[in-house]
T-cell receptor, first 113, second 110 residues
Framework: TQLLEQSPQFLSIQEGENLTVYCNSSSVFSSLQWYRQEPGEGPVLLVTVVTGGEVKKLKRLTFQFGDARKDSSLHITAAQPGDTGLYLCAGAATGGATNKLIFGTGTLLAVQP | DAGITQSPRHKVTETGTPVTLRCHQTENHRYMYWYRQDPGHGLRLIHYSYGVKDTDKGEVSDGYSVSRSKTEDFLLTLESATSSQTSVYFC?????????FGSGTRLTVV
């Protein structure tokens, strides 16, 4: 069974601080996705990384896929209250045609003004 | 905006009763998924579909069944609801590299 562990589980920071969220597994994934979820809503896709070592930037968010495609990180620069939410990583299982996603347990981020 | 809707948004039901949740998409995507989200467990796959009448089990399929008689609709049925099935249920469609989720159904079994 493929598992994804996220750390930290909870993070409360002040506006303007930087932070990094980690997503780790002992399994290899064909791709890794990051989602953000707000209360009462479904997760919303932020980014997909597919190549080992890949780095993608989305404004103040930087996503990295590990060289071995087993781990990923999300770095937020100068966090803002609007960044508050539950961040989920999800790995696409290798092989097969269904592209089932395995989700991490999430990191709950609170950015205080 | 994403072309995927779930109904109902909230439901309270009694133990032992059957319950059906509906997921409707307007964009003709082939793959559809049902997940449940519980504290400490994240999102776990219940069942998924890769076409009309083509479905398969996920990691937590016991107590659930699904049907897909039309491309646009994917139904999740709890044949006899139990308290352990109290959860938030999300439907998703696969679009390109990622998934688009519905807004969820909060189900409480009392």
């Amino acid at each position: 069974t493929q598992l994804l562990e996220q750390s930290p589980q909870f993070l409360s920071i002040q506006e303007g601080e930087n932070l990094t969220v980690y997503c780790n597994s002992s399994s290899v994934f064909s791709s890794l996705q990051w989602y953000r979820q707000e209360p009462g809503e479904g997760p919303v896709l932020l980014v997909t990384v597919v190549t080992g070592g890949e780095v993608k930037k989305l404004k103040r968010l930087t996503f990295q896929f590990g060289d071995a495609r087993k781990d990923s990180s999300l770095h937020i620069t100068a966090a803002q209250p609007g960044d508050t939410g539950l961040y989920l990583c999800a790995g696409a299982a290798t092989g097969g045609a269904t592209n089932k996603l395995i989700f991490g347990t999430g990191t709950l981020l609170a950015v205080q003004p | 905006d994403a072309g995927i809707t779930q109904s109902p948004r909230h439901k309270v039901t009694e133990t032992g009763t059957p319950v059906t949740l509906r997921c409707h998409q307007t964009e003709n995507h082939r793959y559809m998924y049902w997940y449940r989200q519980d504290p400490g467990h994240g999102l776990r796959l219940i069942h998924y579909s890769y076409g009309v009448k083509d479905t398969d089990k996920g990691e937590v399929s016991d107590g659930y069944s699904v049907s897909r008689s039309k491309t646009e609709d994917f139904l999740l049925t709890l044949e006899s609801a139990t308290s352990s099935q109290t959860s938030v249920y999300f439907c998703a469609i696969r679009r390109g590299d990622g998934y688009t989720f519905g807004s969820g159904t909060r189900l409480t079994v009392v």
